[in-house]
């Protein structure tokens, strides 16, 4: 009888997690390869939708953030938004890095993005707020040289404190 209930259990466990695998995701492709409709621009010290320096672009269906039209970096921090919010997600996200970093670019910005999962509004946005108020996915890219971690949490104006610990 044990066995019967033990052999029982594990068939149950196994269809429901079988069961599982069969669900049919329904993706959305925010991205359409082609420009930015349907994405917000908000750069440090421009107004929201003001693409300052065309900071962001699309060229050969590729996304692309570059600061190859500045001559110096001036704290002009930008962050492009999808139209609406989600809360209930999982992305796809192909990334590199290209090209060298805008003189006067901070030492921790070389190479360095992210996807802000949680995040203040782009309308909430102040005028020379340097970042969201938001949780991100930070990706950095290597110099060649020294080993650096990718997939960090970053955290600005919000503080992230894991389960297992007390204050």
């Keep these: 009888m044990k066995n019967t209930i033990y052999l029982l259990a594990l068939l149950i466990m196994t269809a429901s997690c079988s069961s599982k695998k069969n669900v049919k995701e329904n993706w959305i492709q925010l991205f359409n390869g082609k420009d930015l409709s349907g994405w917000v621009i908000k750069i440090k010290g421009s107004p929201l939708n003001e693409n300052y320096k065309n900071t962001f672009r699309v060229e050969d269906g590729i996304m692309k953030v570059s600061y190859d039209e500045y001559d110096t970096f001036r704290l002009e921090f930008g962050h492009i938004y999808y139209k609406e919010p989600f809360s209930n ?18 030492s921790w910005a070389f190479r360095n993005s992210g ?46 404190v894991p389960a297992d610990v007390r204050d």
């Excluded at 309308?123 to 108020?133: A, G, I, T, W, Y």
């Design 89 to 106: 997600y999982k992305l796809r996200i192909e990334y590199r890095f290209t090209g060298e970093q805008v003189p006067n670019g901070p």
């Design 115 to 160: 996807v802000m999962l949680h995040s203040q509004s782009p309308e909430s946005v102040l005028l020379n707020q340097d970042f969201p108020v938001s949780i991100e996915a930070q990706f950095l890219g290597g110099d060649g040289v020294t080993e650096r971690t990718t997939g960090n949490v970053c955290t600005p104006g919000t503080r992230g």
